[in-house]
């Protein structure tokens, strides 16, 4: 996308620097020498940005800007101010300016708010072309994380969720454990939707992806001249995450002198920035999480005690995909759900050998994989429904076995045939046959080991590759006892 930046200024060694600062191919820039014809004909113009100097915006300004707001392109305004007033600055934020700024400031800073402003316009507009170009129907927004995206039929997600329910309202530190991939950031985004902090923001930051001196100025900001390049005081994630929820993902990673400051703000909820003497109080709830053993890390000095203890007063470990296959259908049908559209491909069901095959799978990567897999079968697949064929060409080989297994398994003569069409089915949802036709398979298949193995649970699990008790839940579900195949 081209963008079409507006420049309004009074000072004209001002705008030339700011031509010079714009210059480049996807950029183009116009002038507006005249004090009320910008604003008479804003209705008429096309922009991304309007930059201009507060001594040209109207008085009160709060009107131009909601026309602007309310234009089909909505153009941003970044008002230029000659000297920096804190109140009027909140004014002209709170009116709808993207953001006001300094003359003084440097040229690099500028270019860097500009540079982030026009990216962010171009980013909704490949937002805007993706929903265009979506064929029956556009593309779905990312819904927002809730405590139902977690609910299983299985028996230890369940046990897990009965234990978040209970300390979503409680005002403590959460410690989230679990493998790559298992969801440790979206469950903490869905406590924090359903906690009294709702309303507040929820920060995530990344303590590994950081560099040691720019993850200290970035959780606890700092003032200008704090470091090389600091050329303004800036604010640090606790304070943007003030009356909200501040998300330390990696948090094994962390510097051992960051972790001393952190146990200080998780006591006395306060700090000070880097560089600065004033003490700052916020109210900010922690999630730490990460995929390491923070208890191993304390044991060999690699992490305080002292803080490992204050952040794990609750922890909760998320369980991996492997140890929860019963929930695999579900997950399955809601990703194809959400990303059939979101690729544009009408994939609309899986075969039941897909499925197990999927099951039998151990899955590393957990729930990241999984999504990455289906989104994969699904752009690769020929037609409406994901086959054995295309997991063999999106899992790769190391799933090899569980596609092989499920391939024999539902193709021996130990399964009968799918059933028949029925004219009942016409009147039932898709969902509720479905589970019907994969009870009768699954009763099938268990039935089939159960006989070879002579009703013995443990040689019947490992053979399905579920644990025993699981079997055992199984078994109970579909009516089926072992007495039954012991002869």
């Given at each position: 996308?081209?963008?079409?930046?507006?420049?309004?200024?009074?000072?004209?060694?001002?705008?030339?620097?700011?031509?010079?600062?714009?210059?480049?191919?996807?950029?183009?820039?116009?002038?507006?020498?005249?004090?009320?014809?910008?604003?008479?004909?804003?209705?008429?113009?096309?922009?991304?940005?309007?930059?201009?100097?507060?001594?040209?915006?109207?008085?009160?300004?709060?009107?131009?800007?909601?026309?602007?707001?309310?234009?089909?392109?909505?153009?941003?305004?970044?008002?230029?101010?000659?000297?920096?007033?804190?109140?009027?600055?909140?004014?002209?934020?709170?009116?709808?300016?993207?953001?006001?700024?300094?003359?003084?400031?440097?040229?690099?800073?500028?270019?860097?708010?500009?540079?982030?402003?026009?990216?962010?316009?171009?980013?909704?507009?490949?937002?805007?072309?993706?929903?265009?170009?979506?064929?029956?129907?556009?593309?779905?927004?990312?819904?927002?994380?809730?405590?139902?995206?977690?609910?299983?039929?299985?028996?230890?997600?369940?046990?897990?969720?009965?234990?978040?329910?209970?300390?979503?309202?409680?005002?403590?530190?959460?410690?989230?454990?679990?493998?790559?991939?298992?969801?440790?950031?979206?469950?903490?985004?869905?406590?924090?939707?359903?906690?009294?902090?709702?309303?507040?923001?929820?920060?995530?930051?990344?303590?590994?992806?950081?560099?040691?001196?720019?993850?200290?100025?970035?959780?606890?900001?700092?003032?200008?001249?704090?470091?090389?390049?600091?050329?303004?005081?800036?604010?640090?994630?606790?304070?943007?995450?003030?009356?909200?929820?501040?998300?330390?993902?990696?948090?094994?990673?962390?510097?051992?002198?960051?972790?001393?400051?952190?146990?200080?703000?998780?006591?006395?909820?306060?700090?000070?920035?880097?560089?600065?003497?004033?003490?700052?109080?916020?109210?900010?709830?922690?999630?730490?999480?990460?995929?390491?053993?923070?208890?191993?890390?304390?044991?060999?000095?690699?992490?305080?005690?002292?803080?490992?203890?204050?952040?794990?007063?609750?922890?909760?470990?998320?369980?991996?995909?492997?140890?929860?296959?019963?929930?695999?259908?579900?997950?399955?049908?809601?990703?194809?759900?959400?990303?059939?559209?979101?690729?544009?491909?009408?994939?609309?069901?899986?075969?039941?050998?897909?499925?197990?095959?999927?099951?039998?799978?151990?899955?590393?990567?957990?729930?990241?994989?999984?999504?990455?897999?289906?989104?994969?079968?699904?752009?690769?697949?020929d037609g409406e429904e994901i086959?054995?064929?295309?997991?063999?060409?999106?899992?790769?080989?190391?799933?090899?076995?569980?596609?092989?297994?499920?391939?024999?398994?539902?193709?021996?003569?130990?399964?009968?045939?799918?059933?028949?069409?029925?004219?009942?089915?016409?009147?039932?949802?898709?969902?509720?046959?479905?589970?019907?036709?994969?009870?009768?398979?699954?009763?099938?298949y268990l039935a089939g080991l159960?006989?070879?193995?002579?009703?013995?649970?443990?040689?019947?699990?490992?053979?399905?590759?579920?644990?025993?008790?699981?079997?055992?839940?199984?078994?109970?579900?579909?009516?089926?006892?072992?007495?039954?195949?012991?002869?």
């Amino acid at each position: 996308m081209i963008a079409r930046v507006i420049l309004a200024i009074n000072n004209s060694e001002l705008r030339k620097q700011l031509r010079r600062i714009l210059a480049r191919p996807d950029v183009l820039v116009e002038i507006s020498r005249s004090k009320t014809r910008l604003w008479q004909t804003l209705d008429e113009v096309t922009a991304d940005l309007i930059v201009v100097s507060r001594s040209l915006l109207p008085d009160p300004p709060e009107h131009v800007l909601n026309v602007a707001n309310t234009l089909p392109d909505a153009p941003g305004v970044v008002v230029l101010v000659e000297q920096d007033d804190a109140a009027e600055t909140a004014e002209l934020l709170a009116a709808g300016c993207e953001a006001v700024l300094d003359t003084s400031l440097p040229s690099e800073s500028v270019r860097e708010v500009l540079d982030t402003l026009l990216e962010r316009r171009r980013e909704q507009s490949r937002q805007e072309l993706a929903i265009l170009q979506t064929p029956a129907r556009p593309r779905q927004p990312l819904a927002k994380p809730s405590l139902s995206d977690f609910v299983s039929d299985s028996p230890v997600m369940q046990t897990f969720m009965s234990t978040v329910r209970r300390v979503v309202t409680a005002d403590v530190a959460l410690l989230l454990l679990g493998e790559t991939g298992v969801g440790k950031e979206r469950l903490g985004r869905a406590i924090h939707a359903e906690s009294p902090r709702t309303g507040g923001p929820f920060v995530a930051v990344n303590c590994g992806a950081l560099p040691e001196t720019l993850l200290e100025s970035e959780l606890f900001g700092h003032e200008q001249g704090a470091f090389t390049g600091a050329s303004r005081s800036r604010r640090g994630c606790f304070e943007l995450a003030h009356n909200g929820t501040l998300f330390l993902d990696e948090i094994g990673e962390m510097p051992l002198h960051l972790q001393v400051k952190l146990l200080r703000v998780l006591q006395e909820q306060e700090f000070q920035r880097l560089g600065g003497e004033k003490t700052i109080t916020v109210d900010v709830r922690i999630m730490a999480a990460t995929n390491r053993d923070l208890a191993s890390e304390v044991a060999v000095g690699g992490f305080r005690r002292d803080l490992f203890y204050r952040l794990g007063v609750v922890t909760l470990t998320v369980p991996p995909l492997r140890e929860r296959q019963d929930d695999i259908p579900e997950l399955v049908d809601s990703y194809i759900e959400y990303l059939r559209p979101r690729i544009g491909r009408e994939v609309r069901s899986i075969t039941p050998e897909a499925v197990q095959a999927l099951k039998r799978y151990e899955w590393p990567g957990n729930v990241r994989e999984l999504i990455n897999v289906l989104e994969r079968a699904i752009l690769l697949c020929d037609g409406e429904e994901i086959t054995l064929l295309d997991l063999r060409d999106t899992l790769g080989p190391r799933a090899a076995p569980a596609v092989a297994v499920a391939a024999a398994e539902l193709g021996g003569s130990r399964i009968p045939s799918p059933p028949t069409f029925s004219e009942a089915w016409l009147d039932r949802s898709w969902r509720e046959v479905r589970q019907e036709a994969l009870e009768t398979l699954e009763r099938a298949y268990l039935a089939g080991l159960l006989r070879e193995t002579r009703g013995r649970v443990g040689e019947t699990a490992k053979r399905a590759g579920i644990r025993p008790r699981s079997l055992y839940e199984k078994m109970q579900r579909l009516g089926l006892r072992k007495e039954q195949f012991k002869a």
